[in-house]
């Protein structure tokens, strides 16, 4: 009896004994892990990665095969190296025909200032790309457009910055681009921007916040300068409206604003886009849309190569993209 009153309370006992090393062992474990996370989120931040595209496309003509693109999306600030450096060495490394910034260069947040000095610097460094730089604004820029009020004047500087580096900014317009570098007197392709509307920007926006006609109104139709039918590049922020960017004609639509989707896991892709779009799952990369009888139409989207307000990447390196056209 005696006995049996001993042997009660020791299993108790022995359950304790193992429960608090393994309880510390998992909160060591976490914070291990978490501090891994966050170190490999700040490297991706830090450095980037050249993601090169081919398009292949009929309407691509023989003279702009080869054509190249670089394209900058969603930099919000960000610099590698003092002054961009890295950045703009890898692309002079890439010898392009054009240079697009397309949206989000800088991040506009009310209560926060502006850092017009950095964007300023990367046009300076961009002169050594030796090509034309285009401009194509994003959210954050059309919050200074739109709302004059809360940021008064920066757009003015910031058009000021871009006329002084003969930077051209197009919006809701087309143009012919120059040609490829070596070529006299020819044509590049057509280069368009689509202002999306601020609807299309909001939390959780539905895919038909925008359609092919509200494009067509703001842009009208892709431009046709002979009877062969360019080959139509459109710069949309936003790449939720794939469909929409196709329809109206574009051949390759150009995007960014999802940042990658933030965190890629294994076979699901991007975790969350910035307007709430879980798993949307064309967050970054080369997209078939459909095949025209007039050829094939790509979407590209961009990782982007900064962050704002989530400040976290993870298995989605910060990425400048590369596009050449080729004619098939
Ligand atoms: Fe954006």
Known sequence: ??????????????????????????????????????????????HFTVTHYEVKSPKVTEEQDGYTIVMLADLHNNEFGPGNRKLTDAIKREAPDLVLIAGDAVTVK????????????????LKEADCPVYFTRGNHEDRLV?????????????????????????????????????VKDGKGPVLAS??????????IAKKNAV????????????????????????????????????????????????????????????????????????????????????GPKYQITSGGLGTHSINLRFRNMSELVVIRLKHN
């Open 194 to 203: 689509y202002e999306i509307p601020r609807e299309g920007y909001r939390k």
């Open 1 to 46: 009896m005696t006995g049996l009153m001993q042997i009660g309370p020791v299993p108790v006992m022995a359950e304790n004994s193992i429960l608090l090393p393994l309880l510390l062992g998992a909160a060591a474990v976490c914070v291990l892990l978490l501090a891994a996370f966050l170190i490999r989120s700040s490297y991706e931040r830090k």
């Open 146 to 182: 739109k709302l004059p009020e809360v940021f008064p004047g920066i757009w003015g500087q910031m058009t000021t910055l871009l006329d002084r580096y003969g930077v051209i900014h197009i919006n809701n317009e087309q143009t012919v681009l120059p040609p490829k570098k070596g």
């Open 110 to 125: 009310r209560g926060s200032d502006v850092d017009l000095e950095s964007f300023r610097r990367l046009l300076e460094g």
């Open 211 to 294: 359609n092919e006609e509200m494009i067509r109104q703001a842009i009208g139709i892709p431009l046709s300068s002979s009877e062969e039918p360019p080959f139509v590049i459109l710069s949309a922020h936003s790449p939720l409206f794939g469909e929409a960017y196709s329809d109206w004609g574009a051949d390759l639509t150009v995007s960014g604003h999802f940042h990658g989707g933030t965190i890629r896991l294994p076979f699901v892709g991007g975790l969350m886009t910035p307007q709430f779009h879980f798993f949307h799952g064309k967050e970054r990369g080369m997209f078939l849309l459909k095949q025209a009888p007039d």
